[in-house]
């Protein structure tokens, strides 16, 4: 399953690793390219019994074929290890991976601002809320965008095996990924060869 997807993405990966030698393109220095080792069936079973999840099935075959984590989207993909902390820049605080993603559509919380209506207990209380990791549940983080944002992939819930947003960071919430102007949902290896196919229209761009 998922065979010739595989082989396709592995073969337009060597091509974007040809092709941008250089590393010129956006997240391209910090990952240069490079897979980190791909997990053996055992690990892979580990890490879901460890914390009560399905991986979906491309994620898993990517997993066993291509890497657990090094070249992918904006500043790479993170190893699975590493995706089960709410912030990826300081990895401190574990998201509670194993609970229900609660979203199918896009959710945000207008928070308020005006320090004069909120008393400090109200402030910090809606603080809690709004990064309550009831809010992100379910999400196992993929790819650090940067700015506090992170890519996600839903591993429980209704939106099992799509990508999506968490934002909360810029108060913009969390939501299905459309960063790559796509119209439907993205599973992961779609997602992945998207990527791949929309950085060598940039560096073919680059080039005229």
Known sequence: MYTQQIERIQSKLHQLREADSEFSLFGSQTHKYQMAPV??????????????????EEYKAFLLHVGSGGAGPY???????????????????LNNVSGEFPYTEAWNFERSWDE???????WAEQERFYFSTDKSAGLLAISNFGCGITINLVVNGQSYGEIWVDDRSNDNGIYPDHYFENEKRLTFLDWYETWLDRSMEELEEEEM
């Open 39 to 56: 997990w053996s069936t055992e690990e892979v079973a580990r890490f879901e019994e460890a914390w009560k999840i399905k991986l979906p």
């Open 75 to 93: 500043y790479g993909l993170v190893r699975p290890d590493d995706g089960v902390y709410i912030d990826l820049d300081y990895p401190s605080e």
């Open 116 to 122: 004069d209506s909120l008393g400090e207990e109200d």
